[in-house]
C-alpha cells in the first residue's frame, strides 16, 4: 500500500505538502502538480480511516430505511446517495424491514461505527424507532443524531 510518506518521496515535497494538496488548500502550483502526478504514478489512494482519526469525521452518513424495495423509500435513497457523493461522504444503508429490533440494530452499528450523521425515512405508518431513539416527524426525512466534534 502507498502511503502519503512514498508520495512525498517521489515527488520530492514535504508531507506536509502532500497532504495540504490532498485536502484541497493552498500550495504553489509546481508543487501541487508534483504531487499529483506521483498519486497517479504510484496509485495512491487516501486512507479514509486514517483521515476520519485526524479530522474526526468519517464522511459516512447512515441511512436507516424501513423497505429498500417499496420503490418510495428506494427513490429516496438513490438521491440522497446522489448528493452524498458529490459532497465527498458515503452512504451506509440499512433497511429495518420494519423490524423495531433491526432499527435499534443498526442504530447502535451506526454509533459503533462513529458514523457522523444518522437518517432516518420513515414512512406516516411505520413510526417506530429503537429505545431512547424518539420519533420526530414521521414521513419525512429527518435527522436523528449527530456526532459531536470535540
Request: charged fraction near 25%; include cysteine; hydrophobic fraction near 30%.
Amino acid at each position: 500500500m502507498v502511503t502519503i510518506k512514498d508520495v512525498a518521496q517521489d515527488a520530492g515535497v514535504a508531507v506536509g505538502t502532500v497532504s495540504k494538496v490532498l485536502n484541497g488548500q493552498h500550495v504553489s502550483e509546481k508543487n501541487r502538480i508534483k504531487v499529483e502526478d506521483s498519486v497517479k504514478k504510484l496509485g495512491y489512494q487516501m486512507n479514509f480511516y486514517a483521515r476520519g482519526l485526524k479530522t474526526k469525521n468519517t464522511y459516512t452518513i447512515a441511512v436507516i430505511v424501513p423497505e429498500i424495495l417499496n420503490p418510495f423509500f428506494a427513490e429516496w435513497v438513490y438521491y440522497i446517495e446522489q448528493e452524498l457523493y458529490k459532497n465527498g461522504y458515503k452512504m451506509l444503508l440499512c433497511n429495518t424491514q420494519g423490524m423495531p429490533e433491526k432499527e435499534e440494530y443498526y442504530y447502535r452499528m451506526a454509533e459503533q461505527n462513529k458514523v457522523d450523521e444518522q437518517r432516518k425515512i420513515s414512512g406516516i405508518n411505520n413510526c417506530t424507532a429503537g429505545a431512547g431513539y424518539g420519533t420526530k416527524g414521521c414521513g419525512t426525512f429527518i435527522k436523528e443524531n449527530k456526532r459531536r466534534r470535540d
